[in-house]
């Protein structure tokens, strides 16, 4: 087990609460990661209290001056639909906020996620873009705003309504899915259940959950979830820049080996990486505090919007204090940064990773 200079797992996950209904929690991992993770592994970010609902009274209204009609689905005329199956990762906005403090030295306020705000799940449902075209979408129309069904979110005696963020047309018509299902079963209640939506590629808070309505419009609507929150605020950012939508590259080193790495004998380093809507084309790692790079091993699936696991072999050539770090590339020519980006809010945490790690000498 590779373990840092305090005695700590590296890339150890943590539960940030008991795993409760309503609360946020984090992923832990106890051994090598799976290229999907159980469902009862998968972390929950929730702003009220997950809801329950009646499957059966439940609908799903599409409205707004963006259709030609309004339409209603209840659970079982979308159990009817043909359905689909998307391998999909989904990550809070906020994952890595921790590290802004930890790497960095620019504390962020919020939930302090590590990397545990991440999870793959194979979700099951019906094509946004079919229920859309079902309702007669006009030309002219240039958003959907999907609506949860928990309670309204009220901060400092302001009600701010209920959950709900914007979503640009193209992206609604392109790959979204209302989901139904996840991991080969109805969602769970802290996942969405009746219906949720998943965004694949974008920030977790656009695939909104407990499912209610879908306004579609021919002007753009904003919201608490894409003005207040769910922002980049700080100094340089404005306008469009500002606006929140596709993740960034990321990779991470998880916890793996066996006892403590030794001069002389052979470590197997192995990790994730991911690129929100593109997929990764390379896996870069250093030993030695980032002065000279080996290429890692991607192996498995490397999908677009899921992540794919990478290995390298490492055999120490001294003892003492060595430094780790994981740098990936997509498809598209994103590479980490060095530093991520800084924000008041502490969001899309991307910087190459660095796991300070100590060497002992044989017999040691």
Same mark, same amino acid.
């Given at each position: ?5 305090e005695?700590?797992?590296?890339? %150890?996950w943590? %539960?940030l609460?008991?795993?409760?209904t309503?609360?946020d929690?984090e ?7 799976p ?26 209204l599409?409205s707004?001056?963006g ?5 209603v689905w ?35 306020p919020?939930?302090p ?7 793959v ?5 019906v094509?946004l ?9 006009r030309r ?25 963020r914007?979503?640009p ?5 392109d790959d979204?899915?209302?989901?139904l299902?996840m991991?080969?079963e109805?969602?769970a209640?802290?996942?969405g259940?009746p ?12 695939s909104i ?5 879908l ?13 207040l929150?769910?922002?980049m ?18 990779s991470?080193?998880?916890e793996?080996g ?6 002389g004998?052979e470590v197997?380093l192995a990790?994730r ?16 505090g980032g002065?000279?790079w080996?290429?890692?091993e ?8 899921g992540?794919?696991?990478w290995?390298?072999?490492?055999t120490?050539?001294r003892?003492g204090?060595h ?12 590479t980490?940064?060095d530093?991520a ?8 945490f %991307?910087a ?12 040691r």
């Open positions: 087990m590779l373990r840092d200079r005695g700590r797992p590296v890339g %150890d943590f %539960d609460h008991a795993h409760e309503g609360a929690v992923t832990r991992w106890d051994g090598p990661v290229c999907v993770t159980p469902t009862e592994r998968f972390f929950v970010r929730n702003h009220t209290t997950a809801p329950e609902i009646d499957p059966g009274a439940w609908r799903l599409i707004g001056d259709v030609q009609r309004e339409t209840s659970l079982a005329d979308l159990r009817r639909l043909t359905s689909v199956t998307l391998e999909v990762a989904l990550e809070c906005t906020g994952n890595g906020r921790r590290f802004f403090g930890d790497q960095q030295g620019t504390p962020r919020g939930t996620w590590r990397f545990g705000a991440i999870g799940a194979r979700w099951s449902g094509p873009s079919q229920l859309l075209d079902h309702a007669g979408l002219d129309a240039v958003q959907v705003t999907p609506v949860g069904l928990d309670d309204r979110y009220v901060v400092d005696g302001v009600d701010h309504g209920r959950v709900r914007p979503l047309l193209p992206k609604a018509m979204v899915l209302v989901a299902d991991n080969g109805p969602l209640r802290d996942h259940f219906a949720r939506l998943v965004v694949p590629g974008w920030v977790g808070i656009a959950k407990w499912l209610g309505e306004r579609v419009t021919r002007t753009e609507v904003d919201s608490p979830w894409n003005t929150w769910y922002r605020h700080g100094p340089g950012w404005e306008g469009a820049d500002a606006e929140l939508g596709r993740l960034p590259v990321k991470v080193l998880d793996q066996d006892g403590d790495p030794t001069v004998r197997r990790g990486a991911w690129a929100g809507e593109a997929a990764v084309e390379r896996v870069e790692v250093s030993t030695d002065r000279t080996r290429r890692a991607l192996d498995g699936d490397n999908l677009v919007n992540w794919a696991h290995e390298l072999p490492w120490p050539d003892a204090d430094e780790i770090r994981v740098r990936a590339t997509d498809t598209t020519g994103r980490q940064p530093r980006t800084d924000n008041d809010d502490g969001y899309l %991307d190459v990773m660095r796991h300070p790690v100590r060497v002992r000498e044989p017999g």
